[in-house]
C-alpha cells in the first residue's frame, strides 16, 4: 500500500508525525506523552485522487479573452453568445477556471481539443 496522505490522532489530521510533534510538543514532558499516545492512537488515513476538471483549449483562450467581472456582468446570454456555444456543460467549468486563474490556483486542466 502507498504511503498516508497523513494521520489522524485524537480527530485532529496531522500531514505527519513529524508535524504534530512540531505542533503539539513544548517541553521534555509533553514529549514523553506524546510518543506514547502516537503510538497507541495514530491512525494513517490516505486521501483518494479526485476526478480533475479539464477544459479543451480552444475555450481556454477564448476565455482568456476576457476576466470574471466582465462575465458576471454579461450574465448567461451574453455569455452564450460571446462563445458561441450552444451546450451547457462548459459553463460552470469556463468559471471555475477564470476563477483559478484569479485565485492564482488550477482548478481546471487545459487539454488539447
Same mark, same amino acid.
Given at each position: 500500500?502507498?504511503?498516508?496522505?497523513?494521520?489522524?490522532?485524537?480527530?485532529?489530521?496531522?500531514?505527519?508525525?513529524?508535524?504534530?510533534?512540531?505542533?503539539?510538543?513544548?517541553?521534555?514532558?509533553?514529549?514523553?506523552?506524546?510518543?506514547?499516545?502516537?503510538?497507541?492512537?495514530?491512525?494513517?488515513?490516505?486521501?483518494?485522487?479526485?476526478?480533475?476538471?479539464? &477544459?479543451?483549449?480552444?475555450? @481556454?483562450?477564448? /476565455?482568456?479573452?476576457? *476576466? $470574471?467581472?466582465?462575465?458576471? =456582468?454579461?450574465?448567461?446570454?451574453?455569455?452564450?453568445?460571446?462563445?458561441?456555444?450552444?451546450?451547457?456543460?462548459?459553463?460552470?467549468? &469556463?468559471?471555475?477556471?477564470? @476563477?483559478?486563474? /484569479?485565485?492564482?490556483? *488550477? $482548478?481546471?486542466?487545459?487539454? =488539447?481539443?
Amino acid at each position: 500500500m502507498s504511503e498516508p496522505s497523513g494521520y489522524l490522532l485524537h480527530g485532529t489530521a496531522f500531514s505527519s508525525k513529524e508535524a504534530a510533534f512540531e505542533i503539539l510538543v513544548h517541553n521534555h514532558e509533553q514529549e514523553l506523552r506524546f510518543h506514547k499516545l502516537w503510538d497507541e492512537d495514530a491512525q494513517p488515513y490516505y486521501f483518494e485522487s479526485q476526478p480533475q476538471l479539464t &477544459i479543451p483549449k480552444s475555450i @481556454a483562450e477564448q /476565455a482568456d479573452k476576457t *476576466d $470574471l467581472d466582465t462575465l458576471f =456582468e454579461w450574465g448567461k446570454q451574453e455569455f452564450y453568445q460571446w462563445f458561441n456555444h450552444e451546450q451547457d456543460e462548459y459553463m460552470p467549468i &469556463i468559471y471555475a477556471y477564470l @476563477a483559478g486563474k /484569479a485565485l492564482g490556483v *488550477d $482548478l481546471v486542466k487545459v487539454v =488539447e481539443g
